[in-house]
């Protein structure tokens, strides 16, 4: 049977990724040994290095742009500590937009380094919306807000004008979108939602905004070290860069992000339409902020789940349950998803009105 996978990370990807990747584990470039096996210095892993950094930038329209783009490992969650040492300076402020779990992450690392400012929060709601009419305070180091929460299902459609640096993790919804990204100084994504297996973490940096802190650096923490290294400062993530750079070739060729929005706005209407006709479930998330990725939803009348359950096991739906701090269900809805995948699921909740 067909699985039609709504894990909200590590999550679906192309099936294509998942044959080259396999076959490079046995032989990677008919070279007679894995990829698994291979120094990161060899001339064939530096070209899958090379490539992946520069996909990244045309896909972005970063190139020629003043930008790097480099893969490290440690998560999204140490970038929440690498960007406070890189950007804000002895005594520093900074600015956050508090709209999710990650966001509050990200909030409670920076403040090791200086002063935090949260100028906006939606966590007294359950993070069931994004903040708007906010003021970024002119004199802070830098702006750091999350275009995508996927516990709670929510998405940043516009972001704000502002002199200062701006920070965003897109770790769920990196290339799913067109955006103006030049907006943006550093971008950092984990690879494990929209771009690849969990293990690496994708660093998109404007190089003219490092080395003005005043602060020692550990090396390993250190944006400039890396890119001065290509990347390459100490062994690097090697599969899960290789599988990232299978994806974004595949997203290429399909046509790049522009193409990959129309589909993803697509699945996105088919199910949220569902979710709002059908009497038996309910959105958790304000209508104007609903993410593309990830929609999360809920049952009206609770004593239906077994039964929807049952259901959704049946049609092969996997990894709908919805997160602790929400319930309810959560259908992630990245890249490589199929159209088709969200038409089963919004036929197994158009079923179970006519029987219950």
């Given amino acids: 049977m067909?699985?039609?996978?709504?894990?909200?990370?590590?999550?679906?990807?192309?099936?294509?990724?998942?044959e080259k990747?396999?076959?490079a584990i046995l032989n990677f470039n008919d070279s007679g040994l894995s990829l698994l096996?291979?120094?990161?210095?060899?001339?064939?892993?530096?070209a899958v290095m090379e490539e992946a950094r520069a996909l990244v930038l045309e896909l972005l329209d970063l190139k020629d742009k003043g930008y790097q783009a480099i893969f490290l490992g440690g998560g999204a969650s140490l970038e929440f500590l690498m960007v406070p040492y890189n950007l804000m300076k002895e005594n520093g402020k900074a600015a956050y937009l508090n709209t999710g779990t990650w966001a509050s992450g990200a909030i409670k690392e920076a403040k090791f380094f200086g002063t935090t400012t949260v100028v906006a929060s939606s966590e007294e709601e359950n993070f069931n919306h994004i903040p708007k009419g906010y003021t970024i305070p002119a004199d802070a180091d830098y702006f750091h807000c999350t275009s995508n929460n996927t516990i709670f299902g929510t998405q940043m459609k516009e972001f704000p004008e502002t002199d200062i640096p701006v920070v965003c993790d897109m770790s769920s919804d990196i290339f799913s979108r067109k955006i103006d990204f030049s907006k943006f100084?550093?971008?950092?994504?984990?690879?494990?939602?929209?771009?690849?297996?969990?293990?690496?973490?994708?660093?998109?940096?404007?190089?003219?905004?490092?080395?003005?802190t005043g602060r020692t650096i550990p090396s390993m923490l250190d944006y400039a070290k890396h890119i001065k290294a290509d990347s390459m400062y100490n062994t690097p993530p090697v599969f899960p860069?290789?599988?990232?750079?299978?994806?974004?070739?595949?997203?290429k060729k399909i046509g790049g992000i522009e193409a990959?929005?129309?589909?993803?706005?697509?699945?996105?209407?088919?199910?949220?339409?569902?979710?709002d006709r059908n009497p038996l479930f309910r959105g958790t998330a304000a209508v104007e902020d609903r993410s593309n990725m990830n929609a999360t939803f809920l049952l009206n009348d609770e004593s239906h789940a077994a039964k929807f359950d049952e259901m959704c096991k049946a049609a092969g739906i996997n990894g709908l349950p919805g997160h602790r701090s929400?319930?309810?269900?959560?259908?992630?809805?990245?890249n490589a998803l199929p159209l088709e995948s969200v038409q089963v699921?919004?036929?197994?909740?158009?079923?179970?009105e006519t029987i219950v």
Wanted: proline content about 3%; some cysteine.
């Fill in 21 to 23: 990747s396999a076959q």
């Fill in 2 to 18: 067909k699985k039609h996978n709504y894990s909200a990370g590590p999550c679906i990807l192309p099936q294509e990724v998942f």
């Fill in 326 to 334: 929400v319930g309810g269900y959560r259908a992630s809805m990245y």
């Fill in 260 to 275: 990959i929005e129309k589909i993803n706005d697509a699945k996105a209407a088919l199910l949220y339409n569902e979710i």
């Fill in 345 to 352: 699921l919004a036929d197994v909740m158009k079923e179970l």
């Fill in 241 to 251: 860069v290789y599988a990232s750079l299978l994806t974004l070739q595949w997203l």
């Fill in 37 to 46: 096996e291979i120094s990161h210095r060899s001339k064939d892993f530096v």
């Fill in 185 to 212: 100084d550093i971008i950092y994504a984990g690879a494990q939602k929209n771009m690849g297996p969990a293990g690496t973490t994708l660093v998109v940096i404007k190089e003219e905004i490092l080395g003005k």
